[in-house]
């Protein structure tokens, strides 16, 4: 968002929220976000879900248009800010395939957003370079969501993971929570570790060596205090886990194919894994999944993975009606 950005109206009609601290914001990285933040967005994602449970879609955002904006592949992110938008009574322009955008004709980012800004009242934008929101953010006048910048941060489906812990456990403060898989390249757990150590846990990191997570992002964990732990197997962890977050090997981002193939089954869940697993452990995975967690495992009643999906959609409706002023 840049500083031209128009000021709310101090005539607002009744019903907007334009004094709220999220409107006319950008969603870049979860650094933004105080715990106040983070429980507000939640009750009103549960008031997103009450709503789509008694009525399915309702006219909070009706007359707004979302454009969504994907220069990398994406099933849940695209199609839950499409849900999203439509159960609120937007509209969608979806750019899912920029081959066939004038990016391919070689339009830049800048040039790309402040076109779409034109016709919409917010981006979606996911991205395989690190900072391409940001870029965005500072060209453009209406906000920014960051739906994935390369291996950089995923703020979205940080916000629902810890959701999905909250409504599944009950509680984030005090838990062990296990990150599991390819923490190097894998932006989901970037963002969800930086907004875990809001909160007071313990976390372990599991991974190959060569795919450990970032220093950096521990460097900032030491600060803040919060206890970690890095191991190579997961058998170390397992047993006093109450939420195991498993990721995919992130085949995208490898440039030595060998590399890949050494590291691409590093782990996989299988029932008799949960075997040693706490009886009412959080199973979760952003998804997509390659083989990393057995389709047995689905009937588990701690695999919540798929709850966590439609968590999302909720998530997503509160950040949208809450950018756009109207929650
Ligand atoms: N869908 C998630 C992401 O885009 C996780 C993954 O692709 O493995 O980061
Ligand atoms: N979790 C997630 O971001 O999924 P997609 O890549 O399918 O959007």
Same mark, same amino acid.
């Given at each position: 968002m840049n500083a031209n950005r128009p000021q709310p109206s101090p005539h607002l009609p009744l #019903? =907007?929220?334009?004094?709220?601290?999220?409107?006319?914001?950008?969603?870049?990285?979860?650094?933004?976000?105080?715990?106040?933040d983070l429980s507000h967005i939640f #009750?009103?994602?549960?008031?997103?879900?009450?709503?789509?449970?008694?009525v399915g879609s309702f006219d909070l955002l009706k007359g707004k248009i979302l454009a969504s904006l994907f220069y990398e592949p994406s099933t849940r992110t695209a199609s839950s800010f499409?849900?999203?938008?439509?159960?609120?009574?937007?509209?969608? %322009?979806?750019i899912s395939e920029v081959r066939y955008s004038s990016v391919s004709k070689g339009e830049s980012l800048p040039d790309t957003v402040r076109t779409l800004e034109c016709y919409a009242d917010v981006i979606v934008l996911r991205h395989p370079e690190v900072g391409a929101a940001k870029l965005a953010a500072k060209y453009a006048r209406?906000?920014? %969501?960051?739906a994935g910048d390369g291996v950089g941060e995923h703020p979205t489906q940080?916000?629902?993971?810890?959701?999905? %812990?909250?409504?599944?456990a009950g509680r984030i403060d005090g838990l062990t929570v296990t990150l599991l898989g390819d923490l190097k390249n894998g932006r989901t757990v970037h963002s969800l570790a930086r907004l875990?150590?809001?909160? =007071?846990?313990?976390?372990?990191?599991?991974?190959?060596?060569?795919?450990a997570f970032p220093e950096k992002i521990l460097r900032e964990l030491d600060e803040k205090g919060i206890a970690w732990e890095a191991h190579t197997e997961l058998e170390a962890v397992l047993p006093r886990s109450d939420v195991l977050y498993v990721t995919r090997v992130q085949k995208e981002r490898f440039s030595d194919p060998a590399h890949y193939a050494r590291v691409k089954d590093a782990y996989v869940i299988s029932p008799e894994?949960?075997?040693?697993a706490r009886p009412r452990m959080v199973l979760m995975h952003p998804l997509p999944r390659v083989g990393e967690i057995t389709m047995e495992v689905d009937n588990d009643p701690r695999a919540a993975y798929f709850r966590q999906m439609e968590y999302g959609m909720y998530v997503r409706m509160a950040l949208l009606a809450m950018v756009l002023g109207k929650a």
């Open positions: #019903g =907007d929220r334009r004094d709220a601290p999220f409107y006319g914001r950008d969603i870049l990285e979860v650094a933004q976000f105080r715990r106040a #009750g009103v994602a549960r008031e997103m879900r009450e709503m789509v449970l008694r499409t849900a999203a938008m439509e159960r609120l009574g937007g509209s969608v %322009i979806p209406k906000p920014i %969501i960051n940080a916000l629902l993971d810890l959701f999905t %812990i909250i409504e599944e875990l150590s809001m909160y =007071d846990v313990k976390l372990n990191f599991v991974s190959p060596e060569s795919l894994t949960l075997t040693h």
